[in-house]
Nanobody, 118 residues
Framework: QVQLVESGGGLVQAGGSLRLSCAAS????????MNWFRQAPGKERELLSY????????YYEDSVKGRFTISRDNAKNTVYLQMNSLKPEDTAVYYC???????????WGQGTQVTVSS
């Protein structure tokens, strides 16, 4: 069992930056692919980015490519999402998820709210 806790959300002006963190319990963090999703009001949850267990491969959805950066610290059991050049349309609840393989999601965090004002 893996428990995930996101933090770092908040209110920021357009053009600003935030860094989200997702801390995982357990000793198997290093074996999981870690993902960041978001869900805006009235919209489906969407995959933004993932990073493989070793950190050797990453994926970004087109709308965040070049603005967001995913990274992980396996020694700290934490995955990060650095978000730059934020836009009002980035406003959403952001979730991290862990899976045993790419595009599999066994465990979810509770989410953290990000609000970008114009």
């Amino acid at each position: 069992q893996v428990q995930l806790v996101e933090s770092g959300g908040g209110l920021v002006q357009a053009g600003g930056s935030l860094r989200l963190s997702c801390a995982a319990s357990g000793r198997t963090f290093r074996t999981y692919v870690m993902n960041w999703f978001r869900q805006a009001p009235g919209k489906e949850r969407e995959l933004l980015s993932y990073i493989t267990s070793s950190g050797g491969s990453t994926y970004y959805e087109d709308s965040v490519k070049g603005r967001f950066t995913i990274s992980r610290d396996n020694a700290k059991n934490t995955v990060y999402l650095q978000m730059n050049s934020l836009k009002p349309e980035d406003t959403a609840v952001y979730y991290c998820a862990a899976g045993v393989g790419v595009r599999t999601y066994a465990y979810w965090g509770q989410g953290t709210q990000v609000t970008v004002s114009s």
